[in-house]
T-cell receptor
Framework: DTAVSQTPKYLVTQMGNDKSIKCEQN?????MYWYKQDSKKFLKIMFS???????INETVPNRFSPKSPDKAHLNLHINSLELGDSAVYFC?????????????FGAGTRLSVL | DAKTTQPNSMESNEEEPVHLPCNHS???????IHWYRQLPSQGPEYVIH???SNVNNRMASLAIAEDRKSSTLILHRATLRDAAVYYC???????????????FGKGTKLTVNP
């Protein structure tokens, strides 16, 4: 069983469209994250949720709206897609309050905006 | 966030040991040293972490300098499957609202030759 799963794996869309990426974790963790990896391979945090509450929002445009219906899911909705949104988006999860606090990552969603 | 410095790339031969260095001269007393790696077309995965003492696990060993201003990730026998980008990351013990972001640098791209 995949611990952190994202769908879809690939997403190709036109500029201006709205799209969503889904993430689910079956590890029982209370914290989930979205990271973005751009074409230069830099990985950067976008959001984190703890127990469905937004904790980190790293100056991401308002067009990006994370939604956490429960602790096991964190979806990312993107409005009015732009060329610069093309990247690989990674979801991750971890358990807070644990010294190790290892983050487990999904396989990524490669978004291409044409 | 405290910063780390790693070589951009390193090469190794299969079945030989690999020593991946990381400098973190501004490390604070509450910073753990974490290592993650990212295999091609996959999400990052946790490798090992430590605070002051050297650490071993099934994947690797972590040697931490006495002054904690540098550390070395040791892969005892590199395999082709170890070819990846290795990230050295400092993480504060004090969490913020239950979640911590990982701040990724450029990492070291390890090439393993057959």
């Amino acid at each position: 069983d995949t611990a952190v799963s994202q769908t879809p794996k690939y997403l190709v869309t036109q500029m201006g469209n709205d799209k969503s990426i889904k993430c689910e974790q079956n590890l029982g963790h209370d914290t989930m994250y979205w990271y973005k990896q751009d074409s230069k391979k830099f990985l950067k945090i976008m959001f984190s949720y703890n127990n469905k509450e937004l904790i980190i929002n790293e100056t991401v445009p308002n067009r990006f709206s994370p939604k956490s219906p429960d602790k096991a899911h964190l979806n990312l909705h993107i409005n009015s897609l732009e060329l610069g949104d093309s990247a690989v988006y990674f979801c991750a999860s971890s358990q807070s309050g644990v010294a190790k606090n290892i983050q487990y990552f999904g396989a990524g969603t490669r978004l291409s905006v044409l | 966030d405290a910063k780390t410095t790693q070589p951009n790339s390193m090469e190794s031969n299969e079945e030989e040991p690999v020593h991946l260095p990381c400098n973190h001269s501004t490390i604070s007393g509450t910073d753990y040293i974490h290592w993650y790696r990212q295999l091609p077309s996959q999400g990052p995965e946790y490798v090992i972490h430590g605070l002051t003492s050297n650490v071993n696990n099934r994947m690797a060993s972590l040697a931490i300098a006495e002054d904690r201003k540098s550390s070395t990730l040791i892969l005892h026998r590199a395999t082709l499957r170890d070819a990846a980008v290795y990230y050295c990351i400092l993480r504060d013990l004090v969490t913020q609202g239950g979640s911590e972001k990982l701040v990724f640098g450029k990492g070291t791209k390890l090439t393993v030759n057959p």
